[in-house]
């Protein structure tokens, strides 16, 4: 199983001065973040819609549950081990339920198994399945979406 540390991302210096660029003429670097939500949501959206597929079906609501969440890191986040204080957006497809909407056994049972249901793992899985092109989707996209983003900025700004 792939985990990431196993993972190299090479190629988004480029990547990532365009976008410190973008902040930087523009005056709020907000703009950075605006410009790579686009390549973010490209990058998860076939992982989210992986996770639905192999999510089994019993009543049905685990399944509906799959989707993606594209947002900054808030402190919560980033206390989760997974991101940390240099982590200005955060994209995670997955099983999310409404307040008071609980499917966190279920989801458990179908992730790890319990004694009357074996492992499925959809969301390991996936992840196994997904991660090379998920990166390659991230950089394929922000070149372009960061190209996008400057044009409008430059078009409001009457340029």
């Known amino acids: 199983m792939a985990r990431s540390r196993d993972i190299k991302v090479e190629g988004l210096k480029d990547l990532e001065k365009a ?4 902040g930087k003429e ?6 950075a973040v605006q410009a790579m939500r686009p390549a973010v949501k490209a990058a998860m959206k076939p992982v989210e ?3 639905e597929e192999n999510t089994p079906v019993d009543s049905g609501g685990l399944k509906e549950s799959v989707t993606t969440k594209i947002g900054k890191a808030t402190k919560k986040i980033k206390k989760s081990n997974h991101f940390n204080d240099n982590t200005i957006i955060v994209g995670r497809a997955g099983y ?3 307040k008071g909407e609980s499917r966190w056994h279920q989801a458990l ?10 492992a499925q793992a959809p969301l390991r899985n996936t992840f196994d399945e997904e991660h090379a092109g998920m ?9 372009p979406a960061i190209e996008k983003k400057g044009k409008a900025l430059n078009k409001k700004r009457g340029k």
């Open 19 to 22: 976008l410190r660029e973008l």
């Open 135 to 143: 990166l390659q989707r991230f950089k394929d996209t922000l070149g």
């Open 96 to 98: 999310f339920w409404k």
């Open 26 to 31: 523009f005056g709020n670097p907000k703009y």
């Open 49 to 51: 819609e992986t996770i």
């Open 109 to 118: 049972a179908v992730e790890f198994g319990n004694e009357k249901t074996s």
